[in-house]
């Protein structure tokens, strides 16, 4: 039987289309299901999108439409835009499909019997770009540094989850599993957090209050539940945990959660948390990837720097966009995406690295072995690239590929393999057919990062009958 793998990505809001650092954390996750599902795992792997949300609600104002035409049509183009980018997800989950509302239903009604949800009053600050409790301390000039909002004042009638009583709970659960929040700066950085001392979260609004729009508390109607209360369990949602669906039995616990960091505090602590009192099992990991910035400035719409992922697909193609993200700068820091810096790169690793030493190699096969040719074993072991690609380390991964295409390059070149095929044609054949043999080996290990470009390769190969055919990253000036 296969074993299986459930992997997530975080729903994203639907006030907006998709930019690139949507993309970025979805791409990570198609990576590592393209590779699961090669290792022979049944893979189970989501995205979708969080539409219970105030910020929903003015963007269809905005646009004079209603919230459910809204979302439908918001929803629509998401899914479009991951299938245009070839992303290869087993479900969509909206949050407003029942589905979801019956699996938050049955989900906050085990908390509340077990005694984790009171009513209280709530007076604070509340950011509406992050959904989320200000405190004092965090605002800078009064306002919300993410955001650069001053946030809402709010004092209401709520009703509060027990958060603080998890603390002791969740450090020993750090604690006992080191493997469990990465990467370990961050692991560090939630343990001094709930060592700070946790206190309880509302997790409700009076309904109607500022047009709210979501899912009613199932034992109080007059209340609606947070917007991040109801977020989380549609881990839970997709897998049919509402309907005792046998999804949930297969797929839960989830085996990675990966997120940016700037969620990564409601997914390392306050989700842990909900799923003890509801009495489930917990993620067996949790990743936070960094933030990056666009040509060294955060992405806003202010600035007019947002990419949206096809622009980049358009400038150089999907496959190599796909590339090129994962070999910016490392996954679980932060970075810059440089529109020069990545075009230099492209030049650099794919035309002039893998492209060339591909068009090098069929190209003299095609001309002197008439495209016949065997491959033989690879002579260099790419086989450390899984481990770094499994430890979401794609950074690592891809420079490991990329010192073996500047290898076989090398070895072309100090062969004077174009001279040797005429003066020595079995000794050229044999190193032709080892670099063969390589070029499979590097295109197995990328097809998760470019699907189509390697299946391409390896089809020619193990056809054995290769054609130069076009080039696969054409030169850009
Ligand atoms: N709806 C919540 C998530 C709920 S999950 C139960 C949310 N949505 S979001 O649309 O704001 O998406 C946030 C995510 O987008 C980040 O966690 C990250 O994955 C990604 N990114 C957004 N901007 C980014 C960068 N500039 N850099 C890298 N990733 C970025 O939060």
């Known amino acids: 039987m296969k074993s299986q793998f459930y992997l997530t990505t975080p729903i994203y809001y639907i006030n907006d289309l998709p930019h690139l650092g949507h993309f970025y954390t979805t791409l990570a996750a198609d990576v590592l299901a393209r590779y699961y599902r090669r290792q022979g795992r049944e893979v189970f792997f989501i995205t979708g999108t969080d539409e219970n949300s105030l910020k929903t609600i003015r963007a269809a104002d905005k646009v004079s439409l209603t919230k459910e035409s809204y979302t439908d049509q918001m929803a629509k183009m998401w899914r479009e835009t991951w299938d245009a980018l070839a992303i290869s997800y087993e479900d969509f989950i909206r949050t407003t499909e029942a589905r979801h509302r019956r699996a938050v239903e049955k989900f906050i009604l085990k908390v509340y019997e077990r005694g984790d949800i009171y009513k209280g009053k709530y007076e604070g600050l509340y950011c509406l770009g992050c959904e989320n409790f200000k405190g004092e301390s965090e605002l800078v000039d009064g306002r919300c540094p993410d955001h650069q909002v001053i946030p809402e ?119 842990p948390a909900m799923l003890m009192s509801a009495g489930l099992p917990l993620p067996k990991k949790v990743f936070a990837h960094g933030f990056f910035t666009v040509n060294g400035r955060k992405m806003s719409k202010t600035i007019g720097n947002v990419i949206a992922p096809k622009d980049l697909a358009q400038k150089f193609g999907l496959e190599a966009s796909r590339y090129l993200l994962l070999a910016a700068f490392p996954f679980g820091q932060d970075g810059d995406i440089d529109e020069v810096k990545l075009r230099e790169k492209y030049n650099a690793e794919l035309a002039n690295g893998l492209g060339n030493l591909i068009s090098r190699v069929f190209n003299l096969v095609e001309r002197h072995c008439a495209g016949c040719l065997a491959k033989k074993p690879s002579p260099r072991d790419l086989s450390a690239a899984d481990k770094l690609v499994e430890d979401l380390n794609f950074f690592e991964a891809l420079l490991k590929i990329r010192e073996a295409v500047e290898w076989a390059n090398r070895r072309i070149d100090e062969q004077k393999l174009w001279q040797l095929v005429k003066e020595n044609r079995t000794a050229a054949e044999k190193i032709l057919a080892e670099l063969l043999g390589l070029i499979a080996e590097i295109a197995e290990k990328l097809s998760p990062i470019m699907p189509e470009t390697s299946r391409k390769i390896l089809e020619d190969i193990e056809k054995g009958k290769i054609s130069k055919g076009q080039p696969l990253f054409p030169r850009l000036i």
């Open 153 to 271: 004042k709010r004092s209401e009638e709520n009703y509060f989850f027990k958060l603080s009583r998890y603390q002791d709970k969740l450090l020993k659960y750090f604690r006992e599993n080191p493997d469990f929040a990465q990467p370990a700066e961050q692991r560090k950085e939630m343990i001094k957090f709930i060592e700070q001392g946790l206190k309880d979260v509302s997790i409700s609004r009076p309904a109607g209050l500022n047009e709210q729009w979501g899912i009613p508390l199932p034992f109080d109607k007059s209340q609606v539940i947070w917007v991040w209360f109801d977020a989380l369990i549609n881990y839970l949602s997709v897998l049919d945990y509402g309907e005792d669906g046998q999804r949930f039995e297969k797929f839960w616990p989830a085996d990675l959660h990966l997120v940016g960091r700037d969620i990564f505090r409601f997914h390392a602590i306050l989700w």
